[in-house]
């Protein structure tokens, strides 16, 4: 079984920076690839970012791309979502996944490939 314990999520200003953390643990986590996803009230779950199982590969939805970035580091086990110029509509409840299937490098944005999942944190951004 894989844990995953995201944190991070707050109030933060129209403009400004957060970083979320993804921490995992109940498996070796260098193996696999790791995405964020983020859910608004009323809305689908929407693909953020995700990155393969050695940091070599990262994807971007087009809603983040220029904004956001993602990284890793495997000796904690953790993967980061660095947040930047934060619009109102990047409130949401934001959601890590790891991947099923070690080793992984393409369409690493596709849902279906994480079946494992935290327990959310929310991000609220004001003006």
């Known amino acids: 079984q894989v844990q995953l314990v995201e944190s991070g999520g707050e109030l933060a200003q129209l403009g400004g920076s957060l970083r979320l953390s993804c921490v995992a643990s109940?498996?070796?986590?260098?193996?696999?690839?790791m995405v964020w996803f983020r859910q608004a009230p009323g809305k689908e779950r929407e693909f953020v970012a995700a990155i393969g199982w050695d940091g070599s590969a990262t994807v971007f939805g087009d809603s983040v791309k220029g904004r956001f970035t993602i990284s890793r580091d495997n000796a904690k086990k953790t993967v980061y979502l660095h947040m930047n110029v934060l619009k109102s509509e990047d409130t949401a409840v934001y959601y890590c996944?790891?991947?099923?299937?070690?080793?992984?490098?393409?369409?690493?944005?596709?849902?279906?490939?994480?079946?494992?999942w935290g327990q959310g944190t929310q991000v609220t951004v004001y003006s």
């Open positions: 996944g790891a991947d099923k299937t070690p080793f992984r490098t393409e369409e690493l944005w596709r849902q279906d490939y994480y079946d494992y």
């Open positions: 109940g498996r070796a986590f260098d193996w696999y690839g």
